[in-house]
């Protein structure tokens, strides 16, 4: 390759405690694309809050930090800012969808830096709110008195590399916790927390919440970072996402004072039962809602649907997949996404369009679109526009590839959810919808089965013994 050839170097600097740190020290490669990026080097010390210094946001009223992630959020969305601009063009060297689906992505999660947004998440989050700002007086029964707070955690945030827009949330989310916060980016994403953060100290530099962020990267299971910083002299708790291998590399520092919070990898299905083919009309509605699940993120968003378990006869099942074919397709096409399949999935989905008697396949794996029809679900992840139809004779024995690691289920029809609803909790399932819902949720609603902001907190309780009356 010519000097002129040579792709310019993508620099992803890291926010510390309120400071831009630039440097090209070290060189890295991006999970997906495998594009070099360059970092400055770790500076452990200031990625460290001591514990001698109380939280930066600890006695700044509530109030005050929605009205600065209100104002944040009004300045993500505002196309003149640099910041923004800046990160999307270097994301779309290092990230495998399009920019205006990452755009749209990040733009459309500063929306939940909303006023009201923002305050039903905490009012669902903690019975009493108040004790985020201050030590709310208790008595038992008993007349023991106490004062209980959700005192400022310390977190250490592992952020995922298939949503940007996750950045966001986990900044407000440290932020109403009022939580000293160090987080780790991806190496899809190693640019969007910085953005927002340089956002935040354009506002102003030395307001608290600014000065209690920090943002950096370094390659998981890196042991000369990890086993610093995973301590809970200094840290007190992770709030890790990701797959499978990020989450046990975290496991393996915990211990006594330093806990997880997980949000672990999870696969979505839909259950569609025959009531969809009691007309064209509601056969083209079925196959719409199911696409829009299986599109969200362009299937990139643990919410997206990988697998549609129908309940019909093989010929119906085939008119079902024909028409989430071609829905699939389209929206593919709108979002100018048209990444290929890896070749191992490729190679996979070509033997199965061999395999007439056991497997039909809609599409091409050129990238626009695939659906396969099976008896059982395929052995592999369904991604990058990928659908795994499964007939069944009844949605009761869909329930048999229900489990834990299974977290929304988009249902059609919509009245027969309450049926399953319970059993579905029992193998584990964490969400139920409308089939076409799985994108959008409920505020304040519990994720991967928890509050979180309640358990991010340190709760502490200032036990004052027992009132005078009480005693007497």
């Known amino acids: 390759m010519s000097l002129v050839d040579t792709p310019p170097i993508v620099r992803a600097p890291f926010f510390l405690r309120g400071e831009l740190v630039e440097g090209d020290d070290t060189s890295h490669r991006s999970r997906d694309l495998g594009v070099t990026f360059t970092t400055p080097r770790i500076d452990l010390d200031r990625a460290v809050t001591p514990r001698s210094e109380v939280p930066p946001l600890l006695d700044v009223p509530f109030d005050e930090i ?128 910085v953005a927002i953060l340089r956002t935040m100290a354009e506002m102003d530099p030395h307001h608290p919440v600014v000065t209690s962020m920090s943002a950096v990267y370094w390659r998981g299971g890196d042991d000369a970072v990890e086993r610093i910083l995973y301590r809970p002299q200094y840290f007190d708790k992770i709030v890790a996402w990701g797959g499978g291998d990020a989450i046990n590399n975290v496991i393996r520092y915990l211990g ?64 079902f997949c024909a028409r989430l074919h071609e829905r699939i397709v389209d929206k593919a096409a709108a979002s100018g996404d048209r990444r290929p399949l890896d070749m191992d999935l490729r190679d996979r989905i070509d033997t199965l369009a061999m395999l007439d008697d056991e497997f039909r396949v809609w599409g091409h794996t050129d990238g626009t679109g695939v659906v396969i029809r099976s008896e059982e679900p395929v052995d592999f992840h369904p991604i990058n526009k990928i659908a795994n139809v499964v007939r069944v004779d009844s949605l009761d024995d869909a ?21 399953y609803r319970d059993r579905l909790a029992s193998s584990g399932v ?11 949720s409920t505020i304040g609603n519990p994720h991967d089965a928890m509050y979180p902001l309640h358990r991010f907190v340190h709760w502490m309780a200032h036990e004052d013994g027992v009132a005078p009356s009480a005693a007497g």
């Open 399 to 419: 329930m048999r590839h229900v489990n834990v690691a299974t977290q929304t289920v988009g249902f059609f029809p919509f009245e027969r959810m309450a049926d």
């Open 66 to 193: 929605i009205d600065f992630l209100v104002e944040t959020g009004n300045r993500i969305r505002d196309p003149a800012n640099p910041f923004m601009r800046d990160c999307l063009d270097r994301m779309s060297a290092t990230h495998v969808l399009p920019r205006s689906v990452l755009e749209a992505q990040v733009h459309g999660a500063a929306g939940f830096l909303d006023r009201r947004v923002l305050r039903t998440i905490v009012e669902q989050n903690f019975p009493d709110p108040g004790a985020l700002d201050g030590w709310v007086p208790k008595e038992d029964f008993t007349g023991r008195r106490s004062f209980v707070r959700a005192f400022a955690p310390r977190l250490i945030h592992v952020l995922p590399g298939n949503s940007p827009g996750v950045a966001v949330k986990s900044i407000a989310q440290g932020a109403m916790v009022k939580a000293v916060n160090l987080f780790k980016m991806s190496s899809s994403d190693p640019f969007t927390t």
């Open 430 to 440: 964490q969400r139920v919808v409308r089939l076409g819902d799985a994108g959008p």
């Open 256 to 319: 006594p004072g330093f806990q997880l919070v997980s949000f672990d990898p999870k696969t979505s299905i839909s259950m569609v039962g025959r009531e969809a083919f009691a007309t064209d009309e509601t056969l083209d509605l079925a196959a719409e809602l199911a696409a829009a699940d299986v599109m969200i993120l362009n299937q990139e968003a643990c919410v997206a649907s990988r697998f549609i378990h129908v309940e019909a006869d093989a010929d119906d099942v085939d008119r």
